[in-house]
């Protein structure tokens, strides 16, 4: 079984930042991918940037340039940082752990991105 906890959401300012932070336990290692996803109201899920099992990361159009996902294998945590955000940028952000057979979500943490 594999938990997950989200934090780091909050209100912003457009062009503020954000760090958010997405620590795993339970039986989760550092081969397994991650990466965050966010939901905004009325919105499907949307992948914002993954980390493979190789260390590989992707971004979305939408945050490249913007965001940088990381990893810290020895905390079982992975970060998103989050720069020059836009009102579009709030929503509610997940992150998931591909398991071998399923994938887990955490709980979600909101992002607003408003003045």
């Known amino acids: 079984q594999v938990q997950l906890v989200e934090s780091g959401g909050g209100l912003v300012q457009p062009g503020g930042s954000l760090r958010l932070s997405c620590t795993a336990s339970?039986?989760?290692?550092?081969?397994?991918?991650m990466g965050w996803y966010r939901q905004a109201p009325g919105k499907q899920r949307e992948l914002v940037a993954m980390?493979?099992?190789?260390?590989?990361?992707v971004y979305a159009d939408s945050v490249k340039g913007r965001s940088t996902l990381s990893r810290d294998n020895a905390k079982n945590t992975m970060y998103l940082q989050m720069n020059s955000l836009k009102p579009e940028d709030t929503a509610v952000y997940y992150c998931?752990?591909?398991?071998?057979?399923?994938?887990?979500w955490g709980q979600g943490t909101q992002v607003t991105v408003s003045s």
């Open positions: 998931k752990v591909f398991g071998a057979v399923r994938g887990y």
């Open positions: 339970g039986s989760i290692f550092s081969g397994n991918a």
């Open positions: 980390i493979t099992g190789g260390g590989n990361i």
